[in-house]
């Protein structure tokens, strides 16, 4: 299993899989992640999410659903409810770490080799990155002993900021 670290969109990474941090209701509005993904995927994503709302109703914080990644290069969009930073008392590292843990579980069913994330919850979430970017770390590393068919995980980086404090954590390992 290999961890990577790229700086760009992640919409145009090819790995098997990407994440989006959305809202319980999976409508487009989980910040510009979720509104950049939907953009690139074209309207079928938006149709399977209405789909699987009129069966579910809303997933949890923490919970995930798949569904195909339409015009992404990838293919399939996990799709995950991240926690809003409420200062710390509301369980939110749980329910980040939560987030992790059920998209990885998610793309190893799917028998996925390849998964990308962004910064989950850090944008329109309002998580402290530096947080944020631990709980992501330390989660993967947990989970890696019990997936099978994942065999990559990429943290993608829109941001410079985010980028160096990935960067940092990983290079401190080595």
Not at 23 to 41: E, F, N, Q, S, Y
Not at 66 to 83: E, N, Q, R, S
Request: charged content about 20%; proline content about 3%; glycine content about 8%.
């Amino acid at each position: 299993m290999t961890i990577e670290l790229l700086q760009g969109d992640i919409t145009r990474v090819k790995t098997d899989a990407i994440v989006n941090c959305t809202t319980i209701k999976l409508v487009i509005g989980g910040g510009a992640l979720d509104m950049a993904i939907h953009r690139a995927a074209g309207p079928g994503l938006m149709e399977a999410c209405q789909r699987i709302i009129g069966e579910k109703k809303n997933i949890a914080i923490g919970e995930c659903v798949i569904t195909d990644a339409y015009k992404l290069p990838c293919k399939k969009v996990i799709h995950t409810a991240g926690p809003v930073y409420m200062g710390g008392s509301w369980n939110e590292a749980e329910h980040l770490a939560g987030c992790y843990r059920s998209a990885l579980v998610a793309a190893d069913e799917a028998h996925c080799e390849s998964i990308a994330f962004p910064n989950l919850c850090t944008g329109a979430h309002t998580y402290p990155k530096q947080s944020a970017a631990v709980i992501a770390l330390d989660t993967v590393r947990k989970m890696l002993p019990t997936l099978t068919a994942l065999k990559r995980v990429v943290f993608v980086c829109l941001e410079e900021e985010n980028y160096r404090i990935y960067n940092q954590l990983l290079s401190a390992e080595t």
